[in-house]
Structure formats: structure tokens, C-alpha cells
T-cell receptor, first 114, second 115 residues
Framework: KAGVTQTPRYLIKTRGQQVTLSCSPISGHRSVSWYQQTPGQGLQFLFEYFSETQRNKGNFPGRFSGRQFSNSRSEMNVSTLELGDSALYLC?????????????FGPGTRLTVT | AQSVTQPDIHITVSEGASLELRCNYSYGATPYLFWYVQSPGQGLQLLLKYFSGDTLVQGIKGFEAEFKRSQSSFNLRKPSVHWSDAAEYFCAVGRLTGGGNKLTFGTGTQLKVEL
């Protein structure tokens, strides 16, 4: 089975622009979560989607948003980019059926804001 | 609120030596606990998980971890380290809130293996 895929892998944007990152979960997985990883703050939870509904949201400003489609694929969007948004953005999926709550991560999207 | 502490930021071991990475958690109920490994420029790979039952869990790559409720710990061990184990290791506690699935991570332990 293919793992979690994320596109693009690398992205360079300018302050003030917006960006959309994409995540395709493992086939059959219904939950998709997003995390931000930075050297200073470590791994921080952004939000989680299940059956196209946001179930959880972390402590990030409203500039960070996401959605999930009917095929479980997910996108996250960051508007009005700031230098501090430079990070590795990781997507993870979990099955949840039958107690499969462990999350499997994709390779991440490295976002650089200049 | 749940939290995870990994007291060791960096650890250096010789190849073939045993390894123990420490993890302490704070959580109000029985937690779901995980260890992940991250190589440079890569995502996180799940090493092992604890949901319930046997407190000693086996994972991939020869790793194991022991859940000790009395000490709020979930330490990762490997009897003999290989040079390819050099990476960053993250302990995480999972919580299902309102039906949602969220992980809280520790700050990570960077493992260096000396040949």
C-alpha cells in the first residue's frame, strides 16, 4: 500500500503571499492531521479532519486553514505568509476503524518564506 | 493538558552498545503512547505504539518500549545500536478528544552513533 504523499515537497514563497499544500492519505484512512515542525517550537498540531469535518484545531491563527475532500485527500492553506511560517509541514493519516489510531506521516512539505 | 518530556536533547552511543531514550508524559487518563523516528529531511516513521495490555511493546528495527504507569514513563530501548539508527527520536502521547485524534510530541532526542 502506498504511504502518505505530500505535494509539493519544497516551496519558496514571499511574505504576504498565500500557499496551498496537499496531502493524500493512505488508502482507506479517514483521518488526516497536519503538523508544523520548526527548530524553535518543535512539532505542533495544526488541525485534524475526519469525513470532511474539522474535529480538532491547534493554537494557530486564522491564517491557517484546511479542508478535506470526499476521497479523504486534504489541503491546508496559509494566507498572508510571514517569515515565521517557514517550517516543515507534515501530514499524517490514520485508519481509526477497529482502533487504528496510530498516525502515519508523509515526507512533509518544506516551506521557506522570504 | 497533555504534555511529553524528553529530558535528553542529545545522546551519543557507540555502535553495538545498548540504548535507552527517556520519555515522561502527563495525561489525565490512560494514554496512547508512540515513538517515532525522523531522519534528516524526512517525515516521521512510527517505531512502536502502546494502547493497552502488555506494558512491554515491540516495534520495528529491534526497538522496544516499556509503559510504566507509576512513573508516567514510556522509555525506548534497543539492546545493540547500529550506525543506521542515528536520527532524531520523538515520543508522543495521543488523545482522542471529542472523537478527534491529536498527538502531542516531546522535543525530541538526537541520537549520534559512534563507529
Amino acid at each position: 500500500k502506498a504511504g502518505v504523499t505530500q505535494t509539493p515537497r519544497y516551496l519558496i514563497k514571499t511574505r504576504g503571499q498565500q500557499v496551498t499544500l496537499s496531502c493524500s492519505p493512505i488508502s482507506g484512512h479517514r483521518s488526516v492531521s497536519w503538523y508544523q515542525q520548526t527548530p524553535g517550537q518543535g512539532l505542533q498540531f495544526l488541525f485534524e479532519y475526519f469525513s470532511e469535518t474539522q474535529r480538532n484545531k491547534g493554537n494557530f491563527p486564522g491564517r491557517f486553514s484546511g479542508r478535506q475532500f470526499s476521497n479523504s485527500r486534504s489541503e491546508m492553506n496559509v494566507s498572508t505568509l510571514e517569515l515565521g511560517d517557514s517550517a516543515l509541514y507534515l501530514c499524517a493519516s490514520s485508519l481509526e476503524l477497529g482502533g487504528g489510531y496510530e498516525q502515519y506521516f508523509g515526507p512533509g512539505t518544506r516551506l521557506t518564506v522570504t | 493538558a497533555q504534555s511529553v518530556t524528553q529530558p535528553d536533547i542529545h545522546i551519543t552511543v557507540s555502535e553495538g552498545a545498548s540504548l535507552e531514550l527517556r520519555c515522561n508524559y502527563s495525561y489525565g487518563a490512560t494514554p496512547y503512547l508512540f515513538w517515532y523516528v525522523q531522519s534528516p529531511g524526512q517525515g516521521l516513521q512510527l517505531l512502536l505504539k502502546y494502547f493497552s495490555g502488555d506494558t512491554l511493546v515491540q516495534g520495528i528495527k529491534g526497538f522496544e518500549a516499556e509503559f510504566k504507569r507509576s512513573q508516567s514513563s514510556f522509555n525506548l530501548r534497543k539492546p545493540s545500536v547500529h550506525w543506521s539508527d542515528a536520527a532524531e527520536y520523538f515520543c508522543a502521547v495521543g488523545r482522542l478528544t471529542g472523537g478527534g485524534n491529536k498527538l502531542t510530541f516531546g522535543t525530541g532526542t538526537q541520537l549520534k552513533v559512534e563507529l
